[in-house]
């Protein structure tokens, strides 16, 4: 197989939580799937927790079954803190006693967390339920406990405009834009939802063909700026007459329902439409899977793409041609450096990366990949650019990996530091941080494509193909491209597909536990054939308002009914309990977040009859209160 053929990728997606939990038997307090920050004006002790991130193996950690848990440590888990986790088959848990002298004391707020995903082994079926929860134990007996939540890599489902079952099959990832009220991808088939519809949970429509180009990468650029799909065309049968383009096609209309512009020729590769880059007679450049960003701060629009080695090339924000919009599309006749090389992954004899480093000879690639990479992408978060790509073959090995920088066009580099052009001896590859790798049913995911909701949640989309038994490079996949998509959040500043869980407890609601020492469980609920990951657990405890304890607070006193004053959604300026509740399908889609229920509980309707601000309206439309 030539080393520049198109290789293949995975999806895979996070269902949200479940708030399931045995109520006979733990309390659910203050549960939630985001990190737990404390009131501003409280400063949060760290509470010292023994080996974290597993990174020193078991130690501090007391198994309840060591024939069912272990310590692994790799870079397919993509663990958010170091390379080590604890994984756990089936029912079990691990647990820690706290540090000696960190009793419960009145006034105080006890919180801890853990990150979880599942890491079930390839699998023909669907992923086995996988749940999680992360407990806190008092020596006497109290268990508060985190929801319950599944981690299994989830299935995302479409149906046909007449509400009948549609498949999710498309060429390349899950590319989502957002238009006139809809959230729309392309991969062959434009899809849609209303932007009140979770990207996970509710199906997408499966709409009208996008088009025969590869490797869809839309934009839509405010104030005139191109609406259009980017797609590959290529052509490589013949070493003689190899042909790599990027072709803009013009979409007419608005979402859902779209109409493309027209070819305007043709040749052996495909159809032609207003060609932005091309290389033709050898595969260097290979100039494939446009992906665009519009960075509104600057106004600025940038591509990436490529094939074995990754580009970044800046776009008129008024044309969407390449900046300059040079005469020619030909990469070979652009002036130096007007494309730069971002990353590298590629063979001592098969070297297209200017200015990288050289692989030595007989690399070809790391235990996880072959020396190919394609399909990246760029997303700006907190003043960095990440840039990400499938890395390995499409038909066998392809993994989601990452690489960071200040700047759109670069210098890159992973977590460790490694330069993403730079080769590293020690760890025998390139620099590339792991974000997702195969799991359960879906095998190769590939093509990322970060984006971020009105209400700031952030999410993963990618494609990936059906897990076959007895595959291998030479002896590849062949189930189709499937839509992928998985819950995004962050870690130290990278992005990691692991999910957090909080555990919460005020001292002042349970007098019983004051004086006791901490625990902290963790564990599998799932399956009994599920295989749960664990890393990266904290723990601290802040000073409640009022400083002054009630050593019996009501449930008023101790303000579990009022909306919190200082709270803001995921943090963003602006989103308080207020904003949510000022739109309808806003506050129904808000309120199934555990977070948001504990910050809004006014707004999300539980009984609040004991809060004198409550008010609801009465049939008349009238706001009441419940003295009315």
Known sequence: MALWIRRLYVTIMLLPP????????????????????????????DINVANPSFESGESGWTL??????????????????????????????????????????????????????????????????????????????????SATVSVEAPLITAVKPNGSTAKTVGDDGVNVWFENGYRMHAAGWFFSQTISQDPIDDPWTKRGFSGDGMAQGPIIVPNGGPKALYDTWYVDD?????????????????????????????????????????????????????????????????????GSALW???????????????????????????????????????????????????????????????????????????????????????????????????????KDGIGCTKFDQEKNRFGASMLLGPEGHQAVPGHPHMWEEEDGTEYLGYDFRNYQNGKDEDNPLTTDDEMGIRKLYWVNGWPTIWTPLTVKFVANDNPDTIGQS?????????????????????????????????????????????????????????????????????????????????????VCGLDCCDDPTYKFKAGSGAKKSCNW
């Open 312 to 414: 970044v090339t800046e776009m008129d924000v008024a044309t969407g041609n390449v900046k300059g919009n040079p005469a020619s599309p030909e990469f070979d006749t652009h002036p130096a450096g007007l494309h730069k090389c971002v990353a590298a992954w590629e063979p001592s004899d098969y070297r297209t990366c200017v200015g990288a480093d050289e692989a030595p000879n007989g690399w070809d690639g790391d235990e996880n990949g072959v020396a190919y990479h394609e399909g990246p992408a760029l997303y700006k978060k907190d003043g960095f650019w990440y840039y990400c790509a499938s890395y390995g073959s499409m038909v066998y090995s392809y993994t989601l990996r990452c690489c960071r920088s200040s700047n759109p066009d670069g210098l890159f580099v992973d």
């Open 518 to 602: 901490l625990t902290i469980k963790i564990g599998n609920y799932g399956n009994s054939d599920s295989h749960a990951a664990f890393d990266l657990i904290e723990a601290y405890h802040y000073q409640d308002e009022p400083t002054t304890a009630a050593p019996t607070p009501n449930p008023v006193e101790s303000g579990r009914c009022y909306n919190d004053k200082k709270f803001l959604l995921n943090g963003k300026k602006g989103k308080n309990c207020k904003w949510i509740g000022q739109k309808e399908n806003r506050r129904k889609k808000q309120c199934k977040k555990n977070e948001v229920n504990i910050g809004c509980p006014s």
């Open 18 to 45: 479940s708030t399931s939990v045995a109520s006979t038997i733990f309390k659910v307090h203050y549960a939630q799937t985001t990190v737990h920050k404390p009131p501003i004006e409280s400063i949060p002790i």
């Open 64 to 145: 309840s079954d060591v024939a069912n848990q272990e310590i692994l440590s790799d870079d397919l888990g993509a663990s958010p803190d170091g390379t080590s986790y604890a994984r756990i088959l089936g029912k079990g848990t691990i647990e820690q006693s706290l540090a000696e002298g960190i009793t419960v004391t009145a006034g105080q707020t006890y919180v801890a967390t853990v990150w979880a995903r599942s890491v079930n082994p390839p699998s023909t079926r669907n992923s086995p339920s996988t749940k999680v929860r992360i407990d806190l134990m008092t020596s006497n007996g109290e268990t508060f406990s």
């Open 238 to 306: 013949d070493p003689d007459n190899v042909i790599s383009r990027i072709e803009r096609i013009d979409m007419l209309g608005k979402a859902p329902n779209y109409k493309l512009a027209e070819a305007v020729d043709e040749d052996v590769a495909g159809e032609i439409f207003n060609t932005i880059l091309e290389h033709r007679g050898d595969p260097y450049p290979w100039v494939i899977d446009a992906r665009l960003t519009y960075d509104p701060d600057e106004n600025r629009l940038w591509m990436a793409w490529g």
